[in-house]
């Protein structure tokens, strides 16, 4: 994902396999695009695996929830709500896609 991403982004674990990214003075289009580029480079990204005297192909999907930060909100919880709700919709959608959430 860093490759995709520019040096004042930023990346974070939130927990488990769930991530942030924090993109400075990035329009809601853009972040979109920015969330697109990173699912279909995972979609098309290979992950080669051996087993006992096998090799296996997987195949990552990756479900994104986007949200913007309004400059009147002083935290970051709310914002980390809304990409939340928008992963899990992007989760019940069929996944592999995402969903914009601002409200």
């Given at each position: 994902m860093t490759e995709l991403l520019r040096?004042?982004?930023?990346l974070c674990r939130v927990g488990g396999e769930e991530f942030a990214i924090l993109l400075p003075n990035?329009?809601?289009?853009?972040?979109?695009?920015v969330a697109e580029r990173i699912?279909?480079?995972?979609?098309?990204?290979?992950?080669?695996?051996?087993?006992e005297h096998s090799e296996k192909v997987l195949w990552l999907t990756v479900s994104l929830?986007?949200?913007?930060i309004s400059t009147n909100e002083k935290a970051l919880k709310y914002a980390l709500k809304r990409a939340d709700i928008g992963l899990y919709q992007a989760k019940e959608n069929g996944r592999n896609q995402a969903v914009v959430n601002t409200v």
């Open positions: 040096q004042e982004d930023l990035t329009s809601l289009a853009q972040a979109e695009q699912r279909s480079k995972a979609a098309a990204t290979p992950i080669n695996i051996s087993e929830g986007i949200t913007t």
